[in-house]
């Protein structure tokens, strides 16, 4: 028997649905929302631009607003719909006057045709305490894919007090742009596929990269596993640098000096020349370096090896020198609370600084190895994609695959390429081969800093 509390409740329930007419009964079923109309106009801030040919001589405003920017202005957005753009410029308040040109490019990344349309526009002084917006006209397109839109003035003066652009008319229909503070392009992932029997049993990885691009700012790491990463950067027009690091344990996020002692890595050993120190803002940990002046074009090997110690685990970096045939020691780290192998192996390509973003970063990466304790290589053929947040929605120039016995990866320029987070790629071609056991370097032990 039902309680009679559960009778009278339907009894009513019964009794008001038989009440409602037919035509009322329709208006309560539910209805397919409609299709969202695509946005008809977009504003980029002039913080989002990029200063050309020199990314550094521009300042910011939280605002928004961009006070000074030297050379160009580079707007990069994604057009949906060919056909005519009307511009709008939102400048600061007391603005000097200045002849501005304004041109539309079809960006080479999408391979369209290179036809530029421009405008001059006067732009007079503005004494007012508020904004003041000026119309630059329109310009069109043929093509729809990513655009570059060009500010600068007749005369190369510095551009003033600009707060935003404004976009409309029918090419703004549907367009996409990044309008957030952040301009570095996606960081982009390879998760490389261990056999399942083997995800615990890694002893060594060995990985081999040859990047294509070099743009200031580019970080291209080629060994990197949950409790650390190594691999090549370029941190400014004369450096670059081969860089290995170890998170501590722990969940501190930025500050090293608040890490307990008994959750730091401690340095083990380095290599000549490698200077080492700690870090933090990205978690916390011990960070190494060696400035190495490496080259678009060339391959490059790296390797990784992990040993075990009771809670612990002493991880090390080599990389090796074509000139002298040798491994060289980069540095040795023991992690606390760890006592596992290598896990989690993966390579990445990255933009660290945002002042450059637009700029393609593109490094292959191939011959990838895993080595077991018991001493057998294992061929790492197969990988998934991932991207960070920022590529989900703001940043889709962001791409991988495969070509030939290599995959890559590829983000910034702002070009059509743009690989799902969550593929797979596989390399059909022979993997090469791993290091010879006749050359493999020794894990150093305690107190061989400076050693090789």
Not at 111 to 136: F, K, S, V, W, Y
Not at 221 to 249: C, K
Not at 354 to 377: M, P, Q, Y
């Amino acid at each position: 028997m039902f309680p009679s509390r559960w009778l009278r409740t339907t009894s009513i329930a019964c009794a008001l649905a038989a009440a409602i007419p037919p035509a009322a009964a329709a208006q309560t079923r539910p209805t397919v929302p409609p299709t969202p109309t695509p946005p008809t106009s977009l504003t980029l801030p002039a913080r989002t631009g990029f200063a050309h040919p020199d990314p550094t001589r521009m300042t910011r405003s939280p605002d928004g607003s961009v006070p000074r920017c030297e050379g160009q202005l580079v707007f990069y957005v994604h057009l949906a719909t060919p056909g005519m753009l009307t511009l709008h410029l939102h400048r600061s308040p007391n603005a000097p006057a200045m002849r501005l040109r304004t041109t539309l490019t079809p960006h080479p990344g999408d391979g369209g045709p290179q036809t530029e349309t421009e405008t001059e526009t006067d732009l007079r002084a503005n004494h007012d305490h508020d904004q003041e917006l000026i119309d630059l006209g329109q310009l069109g397109t043929t093509t729809p894919g990513y655009h570059r839109i060009t500010l600068e003035t007749t005369d190369s003066s510095p551009l003033l007090a600009l707060h935003s652009l404004e976009l409309s008319g029918p090419a703004a229909t549907g367009a996409r742009a990044s309008t957030v503070e952040r301009r570095n392009a996606s960081s982009v992932h390879l998760g490389y596929d261990v056999p399942p029997a083997h995800r615990d049993d890694i002893e060594w990885f060995y990985c081999e990269i040859t990047p294509r691009t070099d743009p200031l700012w580019t970080y291209y790491m080629a060994t990197g596993w949950h409790r650390g990463y190594f691999g090549m950067q370029v941190n400014s027009p004369t450096e670059r640098r081969l860089i290995f690091s170890v998170w501590d344990a722990g969940d501190e996020a930025k500050d090293r000096d608040k890490v307990a002692d008994d959750d730091r890595v401690q340095l083990v050993a380095k290599g000549e020349g490698v200077h080492v120190d700690g870090f933090g803002n990205e978690g916390t940990g011990g960070h190494s370096h060696l400035v190495h002046d490496w080259n678009v074009g060339d391959t490059f090997r790296f390797l990784v090896h992990a040993r075990p110690d009771g809670t612990h685990t002493t991880y090390t970096g080599w990389f090796w020198f074509a000139e002298t045939r040798e491994w060289r020691l980069i540095a040795s780290f023991r992690a606390p609370k760890d006592g596992g192998r290598l896990r989690g192996l993966y390579s990445f390509n990255e933009n660290f600084s945002g002042a450059n973003g637009d700029l393609r970063r593109d490094c292959e990466f191939g011959n990838v190895w895993a080595r077991t304790h018991t001493g057998e290589w294992l061929p790492l053929r197969s990988a998934r994609f991932t991207h960070d947040g920022h590529g989900s929605s703001e940043r889709l120039d962001r791409s991988g695959g495969v070509r030939g016995a290599r995959f890559y990866l590829r983000n910034g320029g702002f070009d059509a390429a743009s690989t799902r987070a969550g593929t797979r790629m596989q390399i059909q071609a022979a993997p090469g081969t791993p290091p010879a056991v006749e050359e493999m370097p020794t894990p150093p032990a305690a107190g061989t800093a400076s050693k090789r």
